[in-house]
């Protein structure tokens, strides 16, 4: 089946530590996003890629890092940078590069600060 | 003020109710309008997909987009117990950035 795999579920983070957050897609689109969802903001966009090897700063870039190395898979990594980290971590997909295309979701990381 | 306004809810209807959510919103360059469905733990769905202005169905599902008021809405009938999530509102630009804003999400049981 088609779709977009995030890994781990749930991952837990020490004090200093930096975490990567896995995300997998086998639908062949050319763009992926990274959200972060707190309780009652809705989503906010972190990082964007619309090619490989090519990635833009969202709204909320600050403490996270991206990379694009290949089509299906578009890794963020929480550095220690990031005070906040606590949230609901959304990966998503879209054929083309935004224009008017949907974007569509996997099932999230839930990270937490130990 | 946000770019999308939504009202966050709860809102709790009894099984068989027409359920009618919306969000407002500042921007007159937004012309996609999108309502994803996100049920507990898991990644949002996309539910409905319209370009301007105009109606569009799905099954028990309709979306509408008023841009003269910068209003849209989706209507629910027949609610079902399985129809209780979080839904979400979310609109986009032709021009300029083209990023996808999304409103808070408006959290919904159906009571059976």
């Known amino acids: 089946d088609g779709g977009i795999t995030q890994s781990p579920k749930y991952l837990f983070r020490k004090e200093g530590q930096n975490v990567t957050l896995s995300c997998e897609q086998n639908l062949n689109h050319d763009a992926m996003y990274w959200y972060r969802q707190d309780p009652g903001q809705g989503l906010r966009l972190i990082y964007y890629?619309?090619?490989?090897?090519?990635?833009q700063k969202g709204d909320i870039a600050e403490g996270y890092s991206v990379s694009r190395e290949k089509k299906e898979s578009f890794p963020l990594t929480v550095t220690s940078a990031q005070k906040n980290p606590t949230a609901f971590y959304l990966c998503?997909?879209?054929?083309?590069?935004?224009?008017?295309?949907?974007?569509?979701f996997g099932d999230g990381t839930r990270l937490s600060i130990l | 003020q946000k770019e999308v306004e939504q009202d966050p809810g709860p809102l709790s209807v009894p099984e068989g109710a027409i359920v009618s959510l919306n969000c407002t919103y500042s921007n007159s360059a937004f012309q996609y309008f999108m309502w994803y469905r996100q049920y507990s733990r898991k990644g949002p769905e996309l539910l409905m997909y319209t370009y301007s202005s105009g109606n569009k169905e799905d099954g028990r599902f309709t979306a509408q987009v008023d841009k003269s008021s910068k209003y849209i809405s989706l209507f629910i009938r027949d609610s079902q117990p399985s129809d209780s999530a979080t839904y979400l509102c979310?609109?986009?630009?032709?021009?300029?950035?083209?990023?996808?804003?999304f409103g808070q999400g408006t959290r919904l049981t159906i009571n059976p």
């Open positions: 998503a997909s879209s054929i083309a590069r935004f224009g008017n295309q949907p974007q569509h």
């Open positions: 890629s619309q090619i490989v090897n090519d990635f």
């Open positions: 979310a609109m986009m630009a032709i021009q300029g950035a083209q990023k996808l804003v």
